[in-house]
């Protein structure tokens, strides 16, 4: 069981808009840790998505984007297509001195 | 634009240690920017971190492995090593490295491709 609790999946159609939740504690984010995001493609590495709860590497597409308030964050879709059909996972920091992850969503492209 | 490679048997015998390791390219281990880090996935489940290493070899790991695990750092090759004691079939999964920026509570922006430990006799 993860510490961090994100829905087994989602799923939209193309063009719409899709939200995957990523819900804590008072040890971890909200604790004030930043929450970051990746999105795992099938058969390949994760990639990060968001840093530091609202933040976009160079080269993810503003169709991504994070929040976070309280014990829970969440990432935002807009637009949707079909390469985004893949897994998602949050990460964040626990007063237990260590990395946590969710347990992953899989985004469905209708 | 770093690139991390992870190297190491594919199959580890029950009660055997696991070790892999992680060549660093782009960039150097030393650099106080990064912390290094281990990240395992099971077939077909989630993603767990093992522990992590900054380039002076000061390490934190998960707790639930910590007794297991030894991860250490050789800045003359600029590679990163983990070691997994006692295996069993629970361990089977494949192993991530990647780099940590902004240290503990980071995040992971550069992976390796992963590489596949099967714990099997």
């Known amino acids: 069981q993860s510490v961090l609790t994100q829905p087994p999946s989602v799923s939209g159609a193309p063009g719409q808009r899709v939200t995957i939740s990523c819900t804590g504690s008072?040890?971890?984010?909200?604790?004030?840790?930043?929450v970051h995001w990746y999105q795992q493609l099938p058969g390949t590495a994760p990639k990060l998505l968001i840093y530091?709860?609202?933040n976009r590497p160079s080269g993810v597409p503003d169709r991504f984007s994070g929040s976070k308030s309280g014990t829970s964050a969440s990432l935002a879709i807009t637009g949707l297509q079909a390469e985004d059909e893949a897994d998602y996972y949050c990460?964040?920091?626990?007063?237990?001195?260590?990395?946590?992850f969710g347990g992953g969503t899989k985004l469905t492209v209708l | 634009q770093l690139q991390l490679q992870e190297s190491g048997p594919g199959l580890v015998k029950p009660s055997e240690a696991l070790s892999l390791t992680c060549t660093v390219s782009?960039?150097?281990?030393?650099?106080?920017?990064?912390?290094w880090g281990w990240i395992r996935q099971p077939p077909g489940k989630g993603l767990e971190w093992i522990g992590s290493?900054?380039?002076?070899?000061?390490?934190y790991y998960n707790p639930s492995l910590k007794s297991r695990v030894t991860i250490f750092v050789d800045t003359s090759t600029n590679q990163f090593s983990l070691k997994l004691s006692s295996v069993s079939a629970a361990d089977t999964a494949v192993y991530y490295c990647?780099?940590?920026?902004?240290?503990?509570?980071?995040?992971?922006?550069?992976w390796g491709q992963g590489t596949l430990v099967t714990v099997s006799s």
């Open positions: 990647a780099s940590q920026s902004s240290g503990w509570a980071g995040w992971f922006d550069s």
């Open positions: 782009g960039g150097s281990i030393s650099s106080t920017t990064y912390y």
């Open positions: 290493i900054y380039y002076s070899g000061s390490t």
């Open positions: 008072s040890s971890n984010i909200g604790a004030g840790y930043d």
């Open positions: 530091g709860n609202r």
């Open positions: 990460q964040s920091y626990d007063s237990s001195q260590r990395e946590v």
